[in-house]
């Protein structure tokens, strides 16, 4: 295979290499793939999740050799990589659990009509074969495993596309597999570009499941070629945030000054559009403003920096552009939104119009659109004005107001006093609408990789 050098978004230094795979090398890998998940459901349970557990060690144990290769491929803080790594043995320990718990249900099949007790009738789950696994470049470690493992533990076999900026912390998690004992064939990577490898993977019969976590775009694409199999889709958001009129202003404004910025505002979850309560809109702007300005952008490998860059120059003129188009449009400028290369500075952006396609547009960069709404009925109207539904947060100390916002805002997961950027791994998480099909969180990503049979036997009167 033909190697293709990996480089820092920050500074273009090479950070390493990786096989780029051809079609030919799809084909081979599926074919690999349909003997490894054949070998995988049949070894128990207790056994995968033994090579998980040894899996997990060894994360742990690479910890801060995944965290630089991370910072190192994405560009993101040393501080914020070393998070995310910190991370990995403890979903994959989740999944090894969450993969022994297959149990099924008894069917109480004597209560249908005419039935007797001489039959007896189960549920139970099985793994569905061959996954693949496409996976974005913002959580390079985070996305891949929340996908890998629960389907590893369950007895599937993977085949995994990650991003192509993004390849070699794919490779790194990997390795915690094979090295833990994980037979050949079970788990394998492809790096190479999604465009041309993307239709193979995803139109392939032998595939049983395809789990893509990635732009609205790209999964809308893939569910129209995919034909029948299972699909998860964990796509695009532009996650809103209420303040209403009795909210905690400081806490509220530490809350987002983190939300809309982490890695440089790439996660699906950052805080896109923050919907304000006129009457303290400009108490609101005061409280945000310096703690925006105090976040600190630079170099990824630096102690000090926050927020590093933007995945590539191409993306960060993309986000400074959008910017400068919402100010051309009529709103206002706060502060940030100069660029560096791939650095933005962190933007606030007020007076935003709820229609325009600086709040309706996924940014994925590091800045906010503040508008203003009166009361909450026109707050959560415009917090479900767009065609997405991943995230949503509200700030109130009102329990009725709190209660009516879980209830009517339109996000697969709503957070009351904080802002959608907080994730736990065991909770079910996925968007409604234009944000995806399905749901991950790795209980869920249990149930969603394998498949429910219901087994009935047919006893004879006695
Ligand atoms: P993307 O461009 O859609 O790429 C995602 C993955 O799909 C990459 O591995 C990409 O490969 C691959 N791909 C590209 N074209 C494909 C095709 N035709 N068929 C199959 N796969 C293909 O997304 P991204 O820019 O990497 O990530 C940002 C997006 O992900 C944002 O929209 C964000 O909201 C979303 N996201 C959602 C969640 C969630 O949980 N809902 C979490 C994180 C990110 P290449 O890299 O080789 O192009």
Redesign the pocket.
């Known amino acids: 295979m033909n190697m293709e050098d990996i480089k820092s978004p920050f500074d273009g230094a090479v950070v390493g290499e990786a096989p780029v795979a051809t079609l030919a090398d799809v084909d081979a890998a599926i074919s690999k793939a349909v003997s490894g998940a054949d070998l995988w459901r049949h070894t128990p349970a207790h056994i995968r999740s033994a090579i998980l557990l040894k899996a997990a060690a060894l994360a742990d144990e690479r910890s801060e050799e995944i965290a630089q290769i991370i910072s190192g491929e994405n560009g993101k803080s040393l501080i914020e990589a070393r998070g995310e790594a910190s991370r990995s043995g403890e979903i994959i320990r989740l999944a090894a659990f969450e993969g022994s718990q297959l149990y099924g249900s008894t069917l109480p099949l004597d209560a249908n009509k005419g039935t007797g007790l001489e039959k007896l009738g189960f549920t139970m789950r099985q793994p569905v074969g061959v996954v693949v696994a496409?996976?974005?470049?913002?959580?390079p470690a985070l996305?891949v495993l929340h996908k890998i493992a629960p389907a590893l533990a369950v007895g599937n076999s993977v085949v995994l596309?990650?991003?192509?900026?993004t390849p070699l912390t794919a490779i790194a998690l990997a390795k915690c597999f094979t090295d833990a004992g994980l037979p050949e064939g079970v788990l394998q990577v492809l790096h190479?570009?999604?465009?041309e490898l993307?239709?193979a993977?995803?139109k392939d019969s032998r595939v049983r499941k395809i789990s893509?976590?990635?732009?609205?775009?790209?999964g809308t694409?893939?569910s129209s070629v995919a034909g029948v199999k299972k699909l998860s889709l964990?796509?695009?958001?532009s996650c809103p945030v209420v303040v209403l009129d009795d909210a905690d202003i400081e806490y509220a404004t530490d809350a987002i000054a983190l939300g809309g910025y982490i890695n440089a505002g790439q996660v699906?979850i950052s805080v896109q559009r923050v919907i304000v309560d006129e009457k303290i809109m400009a108490n609101f702007l005061d409280a945000l403003k310096p703690k925006v300005e105090a976040i600190k952008v630079g170099n990824p490998k630096s102690d000090e920096t926050k927020v590093g860059t933007l995945i590539n120059e191409s993306e960060a003129i993309r986000v400074e552009n959008s910017i400068k188009q919402a100010v051309s449009d009529g709103a206002t400028l706060l502060t940030g939104g100069a660029r560096d290369k791939t650095i933005i500075k962190p933007a606030i952006v007020c007076g935003v119009d709820p229609k325009s396609a600086f709040a309706q547009d996924?940014l994925?960069g590091p800045a906010i659109a503040v508008s203003s709404a009166n009361g909450i009925k026109e707050a959560i109207g415009l917090a479900n004005s767009t065609i997405y539904g991943?995230g949503a947060g509200v700030f109130t100390k009102n329990v009725d107001l709190a209660i009516q916002s879980a209830r009517e805002i339109d996000a697969g997961i709503v957070h009351i006093n904080w802002t959608p950027l907080w994730r736990a791994d065991l909770m079910p998480?996925g968007?409604l609408k234009s944000?995806?099909v399905g749901k991950?969180g790795v209980r869920s990503t249990v149930n969603e990789m394998t498949e429910e049979k219901t087994i009935i036997l047919h006893g004879r009167s006695w």
């Not at 893509?212 to 790209?218: E, P």
């Not at 964990?234 to 958001?237: C, D, R």
């Open positions: 496409i996976s974005p470049f913002n959580y996305l596309k990650p991003a192509r900026t190479g570009p999604g465009s993307g239709d993977l995803v893509f976590t990635g732009s609205t775009a790209t694409h893939i964990e796509l695009g958001s699906c996924e994925f991943l998480y968007g944000s995806g991950e």
